[in-house]
């Protein structure tokens, strides 16, 4: 192989080693000789490094200057003990500073000792274009500030579980001289569904963007500064551009907040909206029917109370209305995700949705892939329905009590149907799974605390077959977080 290698010329040599992605696969062929070694290291464009590197900022220097075209870089503490050594901290941020002028994409994870006096130095990145902070407690606005100004390039910025960063001049200045096109934020206490507000015009270039809060938000939920009861909101926000929307776990109710965007996106082609407080759904409609590009939706919701002048209503909040809105605006919807917590099975009009509306979109759309989380209205004749979709091919039944065998003789009559999971659905037994072997048409099976179906007899049901008898928590199955920090 060495000969081989060595009679081949430098520029097609190096077309070869770019071609070897897993890193394993390129340390190998960097020990075959120094030819291979220091070619190797010139087309490595990416690293990710974590607890290993010790002394860091001396192991940086190293790498580094072994490496010099990394464009993309990952450190991760996750795990990290005192017995692995001090962590990284300003002066190996200096270090990548000043030995990867191509950097383009950082990643900072777990790193506690990372302060604004690091990003001091991150900031003379010129090139940096996507940048991750995702638990590291010590930097501030200030530091953010240091790198809005420096990095003129960022296009994509991620805050993650940064319990000291609050909206100051950053994100101000990052909305009107940035360049901002990905925008998340998570578990960032200090920053409120109205603080990102004062993004300003940089919404008009964001494409994607993401705001959760976990823990008892609904019981902490705070106040909108700009609200006056009794006035229209008028937030003076543009987002024409936004094709990727998620919103988790927020309260928007007379306090409008991040639920103003849902009336001004027009080019939207993926929506999730976990458990938000407060969606009306006339402005649903409104937005379904303006988004005819919407490619894939998640729905998670809970039942809230609605009062009228006579009456009120317990369930969730969208009906058969905003389906039938779906299914007649959205004619390239693939992907969809329904999932309902705290509805009790014995009251089904908690989940506003039923049976029919639900297979009544997917039976208009070219739905591909579709999960069903809690659906307590959904029944074996609701399976009979999907199995004439023509496109269905994956589908997640998850926590659904009303399926039994007898649904799953329905569903495996899908045409195209080639992947499966099952989820807590413990009416579906051993004989369901048997029919779904004799079909031999799944490609994968995956079943996850189902008490009836047992190991043995999901062998051979499909050609890659998963199995835990495992029950996960109520959290896990529904997508919560209530553990606060």
Known sequence: MKCMMEDLPEPLLGEVVKRITRASDRESLSLVSKQLYTLEAEHRDAIRVGCGLGPATQALKSLFSRFPNLCKVEINYSGWTSSHGEQLNKHGIHVLSSHCPLLSDLTLSFCSNIDDSGLAYLSCCTKLRSLRFISTPAISWRGL???????????????????AISIEEWLVYLGIHGSLEELVVKDCKEISQYDL????????KLQKFEFEINGHYWLTAPSDPSYVAGYPYSYDICCENLKDLRLAHTVTDKEIGLRYLLGKCKALETLCLEYVFGLDENEMIALFQSCG?????????????????????????????SLKALALSCPMLQVVEFTFTYCSPDYPTEIGFTQNGIVTLIQSCPIRALV?????????????GLSISQSLETLELVDCRSITDAGLDFIIQAPCLSNLTLRKCMRVTDKGIAALARSGKLESLTVIGCRQISQEGVLGAAKSVHYSAEVESHDSLKGMKTQQK
């Open 145 to 163: 500030s240091l790198v809005a100004v420096g990095c003129k390039l960022l296009s994509a910025l991620h805050l993650v579980d940064c319990m």
């Open 197 to 204: 507000l004062k993004f300003g015009p940089g919404w008009a």
């Open 293 to 321: 590009n919407l490619k894939s939706i998640s729905l998670r919701l809970m039942p809230l109370h609605f009062y009228y002048e006579h009456d009120h209503d317990f369930r969730t909040a969208l009906t058969d209305d």
């Open 372 to 384: 069903l989380n809690g659906a307590n209205i959904f029944y074996d004749s609701g399976m009979k």
